[in-house]
């Protein structure tokens, strides 16, 4: 036996092997997809329930927006400094925004954290509104029930939240 026919022999044999690894790792995903839900669970407080913990966080009567967020983040960095930039386009007119951190909150020059009250150390309302992924918004309307409880891909997505809720004035991009 010449070494062509070595190497074809072993390529053959290497290529059977990595078929069987690939056959039994495809059978064991198909059986982990049939013992998983089909659907997920909703993330948050459904709509129309009463929100918690509002005491001390959102004055009483007005409408606001909880924004749950991680010192660590760099979206949540974002999205603190778009809703900062929102509320001082509105004004005191618009919905109140509150940014809420599980842990401490980020030591920072942003212009965001002065325009919005940060609330650092509110785990107990991370775990209260069901805020599992960071940054999570949900707003109240003034009766203190819930409108809209969702995770924020980006601050984009808070800002058509926002406008959502305070269709008042558009927005312009530049």
Request: glycine share 10%; with cysteine.
């Amino acid at each position: 036996m010449d070494f062509t026919t070595s190497a074809l022999i072993a390529s053959w044999a290497a290529i059977l092997l990595l078929a069987l690894v690939v056959s039994g790792l495809v059978r064991q995903v198909h059986q982990l997809s049939r013992t998983q839900p089909q659907r997920p669970g909703r993330v948050g407080l459904t709509p129309g329930a009463d929100a918690p913990g509002l005491a001390g966080v959102l004055e009483p009567g007005r409408p606001g927006v909880l924004l749950f967020l991680d010192a660590d983040c760099r979206t949540c960095a974002y999205v603190l400094g778009e809703a900062g930039a929102w509320s001082a386009r509105h004004g005191s007119d618009a919905a109140q925004v509150r940014a809420l951190y599980a842990g401490a909150a980020p030591s920072g020059g942003d212009g965001a954290v002065s325009v919005l009250p940060v609330l650092p150390h509110r785990a107990d309302l991370f775990e209260a509104y069901d805020a599992i992924a960071t940054p999570f918004a949900v707003a109240t309307d003034a009766e203190g029930r819930v409108v809209r409880s969702e995770p924020l891909g980006s601050a984009t997505a808070l800002l058509h939240l926002l406008d959502d809720l305070h269709p008042g004035q558009l927005r312009s991009t530049p």
